[in-house]
Nanobody
Framework: QVQLVESGGGLVQPGGSLRLSCAASRSIASIYAMNWYRQTPGNQRELVASTTTGGTTNYADSVKGRFTISRDNAKNTVNLQMNSLRPEDTAVYYC?????????????WGQGTQVTVAS
């Protein structure tokens, strides 16, 4: 089990940058995947970026080249650097941990942090 706490959201103008952080309650070194999702009202959560224990990163097409996910196993944090922000990036952003135990996958979520991109 792991508790996740996001921080760093806020209001930013189009073209600006924000850095989201996700702090985990325990070591993330063995957690298979740490992910960032986002959700807007009336829509399902969308996977924005992911990073695995093997160092693989993946991004939604809509954020490629603008967002960068990074994993710091020493600090038990996962960050999402968001550059060149657009109004359509406005959403609640959630940190997610995907953990494999025995024969099952388990998913843990933070409480979310609001990102608003507006002039």
């Amino acid at each position: 089990q792991v508790q996740l706490v996001e921080s760093g959201g806020g209001l930013v103008q189009p073209g600006g940058s924000l850095r989201l952080s996700c702090a985990a309650s325990r070591s993330i070194a063995s957690i298979y995947a740490m992910n960032w999702y986002r959700q807007t009202p009336g829509n399902q959560r969308e996977l924005v970026a992911s990073t695995t224990t093997g160092g693989t990163t993946n991004y939604a097409d809509s954020v490629k080249g603008r967002f960068t996910i990074s994993r710091d196993n020493a600090k038990n944090t996962v960050n999402l650097q968001m550059n060149s922000l657009r109004p359509e990036d406005t959403a609640v952003y959630y940190c997610n941990a995907r953990i494999f135990v025995a024969t099952s996958w388990y998913y843990y979520w933070g409480q979310g942090t609001q990102v608003t991109v507006a002039s």
